[in-house]
C-alpha cells in the first residue's frame, strides 16, 4: 500500500482535484461562477425562495406555532374581506405612500441640484445631506421621537419661537402621519446620490445648446434636466413606492401602531398578526397581499409612467 | 514494563480527554460519567430581575447537585414572548420559563405547558392549604380546573405621594386601611388643592389657565391595569366570568370617563398621552414636586422609594368609586410541555415558589408575595425593608390585596383584542374622547376577537 492511499480524505481529494484538472476551460470557468454565486443562490433560496413558498403553504392553513397547521382552505382569504383593522392598515399605508413619495422625490431632487453646484467644500456637504440616510434605523426612530417630543421636541421649539402652537406630534392622530411623512423625507440621501449622479451624466454640451437658443434657468430645467433625468426619476419613483409600502421599524418603536392605529402601516398589520396575535396563516395572506399590490402598482408604474421615460441609448 | 514521563503524560492526558468527550456525549456509564441533568429557563427582565434569578440558580445548584439550569435571558418582555413563540414553533422551546400573563392561557391551551396540578396538589409545602393567597392564585392559574404555572408574585398598582406637598398643604395622605381610602369626590377636592397654574391659582379659580398648569395632583396611565381598575372600582369588570371584554357597561365606562374627566373636565392630571413628552417620568415630577400623586404598578417601588428619592414619600391605596379596587396579576413560571426532563424541570419551578427566590425580589421593591407566610408577622421581617418600604406598605400586601385585589385570568385572543381594538380606544380616552363614544364599539370587536379565540380552543 502506498503512501498517498493510506490517508482516503487525502485521496478524495486528490481525485476532485483531478477530476477538475480534466475539465475544459470553459467548463471550469463555468464551475467556478456557479461556486461564486452559489453563496448569493443558497442565501435567495433560504432567506427568500423558502419563507416565501411555506408562506404560500401557511396562506391555506391555519398555524398558532402551538400545534401543526391546520389546513382551512379559503377561510385566510374570506376574513381578508371583512377585516376593518386591515382596512384601516391599507389605508394608512396608501395615504402615507400617496404624500411621503412624490414629495420625497421633489426634495431629492431639489437637494441633488443643491449639492451638484461646484464650491470649496461641496464633498462636505454632500455628505452632510447623504448622512441621515445611513442613520441605522432604529437610532433614527429614537432622535425622531424626541425631535417630535410635544414639550421639549425641537420643533416644537421652532414652531412655538414663530408664536404657532404646542403641537401633539405623536399623540394627535390628526398629526401623526404628517410626522411620518418629515421623519421619511429626512432620509432622502439615498435617493439624492442617485439624482446626483443623474445629474453629472447629462453632457453639458445640451446646457449650451440650449442657453445659445435662448433657454433660461427654468427652461433648460424643464427641457433639458427633467427628460434626461426621466429614467432616474422613474426609478426613484419605483423603489419610493416600494420602500413606502414597508415602514415598520419607525412605525413600531416611535408609536407601535398608535394613536387610535393612525400609524398602523400595513407590514405592522402583519407583524402584529403574526407573532401577537399567534395567526401565522393568515398574516401570510396579507404579506401575499402586500406582494400582489406591490406587483400591480409596479406594473401601473411602468405601464403608464414607464412609457413616458425617455432613455437615450433604448438598446442597452 | 516502564514507561518514560513524556509517555505516561500523553497517556493520562489522552484517557483525561476522552473521558470527557464521552461523558459529553452520553457514552459513559452513569457511575462513570457525573449524572448532571441540564435544564434551561427563558425569562426577561431588567438588571435586577437579571441578577436575581442568577443568585437563584447559584443556591438552587448548590442544594440540588444533579440540576444545572442555563438562564436564557432576553431583556424585554415582548421580544420574550416572540422568542418563546418561534422556539415553540421550532421545538426549541427552554425547558422551564417565564410566561407572560396574557398569554398564559392561550399557551396552557394550546398544549404548549404541562399540566402540574397534581405536583401542586401532592408537594408537602406549596399542597398545603392556605400556601397560596387564595382564592386569587387559583383564579389565575386554573385553565379549565387545571394548573400549567404558578404565579411568580403579585403585582397591582396604588398611589406613590410626594409627602412634603401632603405636609404642606395640611392633607392627610390617604393609606391603605378601608378607612384610610377616600371616597372619588374627596379626592377630586384634593386634587384641586394640589393642581395649580403659573399664576398660582387652582382650577376652579377665577382666571385658572388649564394651558398653564405647573403642579398638577396627580397622574393616572392610560393603560390596561389602572384603566381596568377603574372600571372595578365603579362597580364594573375590564373581563367578566366568560372571558369577555367587560369596559361597555354602564357602570365600567363611567369609571373610565372619571378617569378621562381628571385631565380634561378637572385639570388636575397631566395629558397621559404626552406624559412621555413632559420630559420627565412620574419619578422625576413627584422628586421634583411637580405631581403629587403617581398611580403607578407596585414594582415602581424598586425604583420610586424613599432611599431613592429627594423628597420624602409615600404609598397609599387608590381612591374608590363604588369600591376599592386594584387589579393584580404577574408572570408564571411554567414547565414547557416538550421538555426531556419534567421531573428536574419542575423541582426548579417547585424552587421558585418557595419563600427564597420571592423573598429576594420582594425586599427591592419589585415583587408582592402570593404565599401567605410571608404575609404573617413574621414573614414580613423576611421582606420588608426600611428605606424600600414606606412604614405602612406592608398593609398593602396584607390588609388591601386580599380584599380589594381583583386577580384577572386574561383570555386567549386577548393580545389581539387588546392590539386592535382596546388599546387604541385607550389612546382615545387618552386623546380626550367620551367612553361612551368609543368603547361600545371598541369592545365589540374585541369580544369577536376573543370568541373566535375561545372556539378556536
Redesign the interface.
Known amino acids: 500500500m502506498t503512501a498517498h492511499t493510506a490517508d482516503p480524505a487525502a485521496a478524495e481529494g486528490f481525485w476532485l482535484i483531478r477530476q477538475y484538472n480534466r475539465l475544459t476551460l470553459r467548463q471550469r470557468r463555468t464551475l467556478m461562477g456557479y461556486v461564486f454565486i452559489a453563496p448569493f443562490i443558497l442565501g435567495f433560496v433560504l432567506w427568500w425562495l423558502g419563507p416565501a413558498a411555506v408562506a404560500g403553504y401557511l396562506t391555506f392553513h391555519?398555524w398558532?406555532?402551538?400545534?401543526a397547521p391546520k389546513f382551512v382552505g379559503m377561510a385566510n382569504f374570506s376574513k381578508m374581506l371583512g377585516d376593518?383593522?386591515l382596512a384601516q392598515s391599507l389605508k394608512v399605508t396608501i395615504v402615507f405612500s400617496v404624500i411621503s413619495v412624490p414629495l420625497g422625490l421633489v426634495f431629492a431632487f431639489f437637494l441633488a441640484n443643491l449639492i451638484n453646484a461646484k464650491f470649496r467644500f461641496i464633498a462636505i456637504f454632500r455628505t452632510i445631506y447623504f448622512l441621515p440616510s445611513i442613520v441605522p434605523a432604529v437610532a433614527n426612530a429614537i432622535l425622531w421621537a424626541w425631535l417630535f417630543?410635544?414639550?421639549?421636541?425641537l420643533i416644537n421649539f421652532v414652531i412655538r419661537a414663530f408664536g404657532g402652537p404646542k403641537i401633539?406630534w405623536?399623540?394627535?392622530?390628526n398629526w401623526v402621519m404628517l410626522a411620518f411623512v418629515i421623519l421619511t423625507v429626512w432620509g432622502v440621501g439615498g435617493s439624492m446620490i442617485i439624482f446626483l449622479a443623474g445629474l453629472q451624466g447629462i453632457p453639458q454640451i445640451f446646457y449650451e445648446a440650449a442657453e445659445i437658443d435662448g433657454a433660461g434657468r427654468w427652461q433648460r430645467l424643464l427641457y433639458v434636466t427633467l427628460p434626461m433625468m426621466s429614467p432616474i426619476i422613474f426609478f426613484n419613483l419605483v423603489i419610493g413606492f416600494i420602500n413606502s409600502f414597508q415602514v415598520f421599524v419607525s412605525a413600531l418603536l416611535i408609536t407601535n401602531?398608535?394613536?387610535?392605529?393612525a400609524t398602523l402601516f400595513l407590514v405592522l398589520h402583519i407583524w402584529?398578526?403574526a407573532?401577537?396575535?399567534?395567526?401565522m396563516g393568515y398574516a401570510a395572506v396579507l404579506s401575499w397581499l402586500l406582494f400582489l399590490i406591490l406587483m400591480v402598482l409596479s406594473f401601473f408604474v411602468f405601464r403608464y409612467i414607464g412609457s413616458r421615460v425617455y432613455y437615450e441609448n433604448p438598446g442597452d | 514494563m516502564s514507561i518514560s514521563r513524556r509517555e505516561f503524560l500523553k497517556l493520562t492526558g489522552g484517557s483525561a480527554t476522552a473521558a470527557a468527550m464521552l461523558a459529553q456525549l452520553g457514552y459513559l456509564p452513569p457511575a462513570l460519567a457525573q449524572d448532571v441533568t441540564n435544564i434551561t429557563f427563558g425569562g426577561w427582565g431588567g438588571v435586577a430581575e437579571d441578577e436575581g434569578v442568577k443568585s437563584a440558580i447559584e443556591v438552587f445548584e448548590a442544594e440540588n447537585e444533579d440540576i444545572d439550569v442555563e438562564w436564557l435571558h432576553t431583556p424585554s418582555a415582548g421580544d420574550y414572548?416572540?422568542v418563546l413563540?418561534?422556539s415553540?414553533?421550532a421545538g426549541t422551546a427552554p425547558d422551564t420559563g417565564f410566561i407572560l400573563s396574557d398569554n398564559y392561557e392561550?399557551?396552557a391551551v394550546?398544549?404548549?405547558l404541562m399540566d402540574i396540578t397534581d405536583l401542586v396538589k401532592n408537594d408537602p409545602l406549596l399542597g398545603q392549604p392556605g400556601y397560596f393567597l387564595e382564592p386569587q392564585e387559583a383564579n389565575r392559574c386554573e385553565v379549565n380546573g387545571r394548573w400549567y404555572g404558578i404565579g411568580s408574585t403579585w403585582v397591582a398598582h396604588h398611589f406613590y405621594y410626594n409627602a412634603e406637598m401632603f405636609e404642606a398643604e395640611g392633607i392627610t395622605p390617604p393609606g391603605f386601611q378601608d378607612d384610610e381610602i377616600w371616597e372619588w369626590e374627596e379626592f377630586l377636592e384634593i386634587c384641586k388643592v394640589f393642581t395649580k397654574d403659573s399664576a398660582g391659582r387652582h382650577p376652579g379659580d377665577a382666571g385658572f389657565d388649564s394651558e398653564d398648569i405647573v403642579q398638577w395632583a396627580v397622574d393616572w396611565p392610560f393603560w390596561w391595569m389602572p384603566l381596568g381598575l377603574a372600571a372595578h372600582a365603579n362597580g364594573g369588570e375590564f373581563l367578566t366570568e366568560d372571558g369577555l371584554i367587560g369596559l361597555d357597561s354602564p357602570e365600567a365606562m363611567e369609571g373610565l370617563q372619571r378617569i378621562t374627566d381628571l385631565v380634561y373636565a378637572h385639570h388636575v392630571a397631566p395629558?397621559s398621552?404626552?406624559l412621555?413628552?413632559?420630559?420627565m417620568n412620574n419619578v422625576q415630577m413627584v422628586d421634583s414636586g411637580r405631581l403629587a400623586m403617581a398611580v403607578d404598578g407596585s414594582w415602581a417601588l424598586s425604583w420610586m422609594n424613599p432611599s431613592l428619592m429627594n423628597v420624602a414619600m409615600g404609598t397609599g391605596a387608590l381612591p374608590k368609586m363604588q369600591q376599592p379596587a386594584s387589579i393584580m396579576q404577574a408572570h408564571f413560571h411554567s414547565v414547557l410541555a416538550g421538555t426531556d426532563h419534567p421531573e428536574e424541570a419542575w423541582r426548579w419551578v417547585r424552587f421558585l415558589a418557595t419563600p427564597f427566590y420571592q423573598e429576594h425580589f420582594c425586599k427591592i421593591g419589585l415583587w408582592i408575595p402570593n404565599q401567605t407566610a410571608m404575609l404573617t408577622e413574621e414573614g414580613l421581617k423576611g421582606w420588608i425593608r426600611e428605606g424600600i418600604h414606606p412604614p405602612n406598605y406592608s398593609q398593602f400586601a396584607t390588609d388591601y390585596l386580599p380584599k380589594h385585589g381583583v386577580a384577572v385570568a386574561i383570555p386567549p385572543?386577548y393580545?389581539?383584542a387588546a392590539?386592535?381594538y382596546i388599546?387604541?380606544a385607550f389612546?382615545?380616552l387618552?386623546?380626550g374622547e367620551r367612553a361612551e363614544d368609543i368603547m361600545p364599539d371598541a369592545v365589540r370587536?374585541a369580544n369577536e376577537v376573543l370568541m373566535a379565540a375561545k372556539e378556536?380552543m
Not at chain 1, 149 to 153: A, L, R, S
Open positions: 391555519k398558532n406555532f402551538l400545534a376593518p383593522i417630543n410635544t414639550e421639549f421636541g401633539g405623536l399623540q394627535d392622530p401602531g398608535g394613536p387610535q392605529r402584529r398578526t407573532f401577537s396575535s399567534q395567526k | 414572548g416572540r413563540l418561534s415553540i414553533a392561550t399557551l394550546g398544549g404548549a395629558r398621552a404626552a412621555a413628552s413632559l420630559g385572543g393580545i389581539e392590539n386592535d388599546n387604541p389612546e382615545g387618552a386623546n370587536g378556536d
